[in-house]
């Protein structure tokens, strides 16, 4: 059965609406897939869906108001903050990125995208401290990633060790 004829059958069928937003989008019809998900039942993938349909459609203040909603609604998703975090990166507010990025990895501590998107958005905000320990342990665990070595240099050089700054980045091009 596709979207259409389960939303005939189900007019707020989370798995429909889902799939009938995703075609929208990826015919770029993102004034579609707002219409359809405007009156969606609360669920997480549907706001995110939503969210993702504003930002593609120019309208980031809204994506950020519907996943900052979706926060206030479900404060232990890592993944919802997250998403919120990188709607305010794309908005270049970096300091509310940080802290969304900061609580997401807070919450699920193993997951390394957001660790290495929390450092990135520490960096620009020049609080190289706080991203010390972070990029050491992501560096320690993952010494050949390209991203770990680079982001130590960032930070390295940041706080002003430039000898470990060279010393790392002498390290990646071996």
């Known amino acids: 059965m596709n979207s259409s004829l389960a939303l005939q059958a189900d007019p707020k069928s989370v798995p429909a609406l889902d799939g009938l937003a995703k075609a929208h989008m990826a015919q770029k019809r993102y004034s579609a897939a707002i219409a359809d998900l405007k009156g969606a039942p609360p669920d997480e993938m549907l706001q995110s869906d939503l969210a993702i349909a504003y930002s593609k459609n120019g309208d980031n203040s809204e994506a950020i108001q519907v996943l900052s909603d979706l926060v206030k609604a479900q404060p232990s998703s890592a993944q919802a903050h997250s998403n919120l975090a990188i709607a305010y990166t794309q908005q270049a507010q970096f300091r509310q990125a940080a802290q969304e990025f900061g609580e997401a990895l807070r919450l699920d501590p193993a997951d390394d995208v957001i660790r290495l998107s929390y450092i990135k958005a ?3 905000l020049a609080e190289f401290n706080t991203a010390l320990p972070l990029i050491r342990d992501y560096y ?9 070595l680079y982001l130590m240099g960032v930070v390295d050089r940041g706080l002003g060790n430039y000898i470990e700054a060279e010393v790392c980045c002498g390290r990646r091009s071996r």
């Not at 993952?142 to 991203?147: F, I, L, S, W």
């Open 122 to 124: 520490l960096a620009v």
């Open 140 to 148: 320690r665990r993952k010494p050949r990633d390209v991203e770990a």
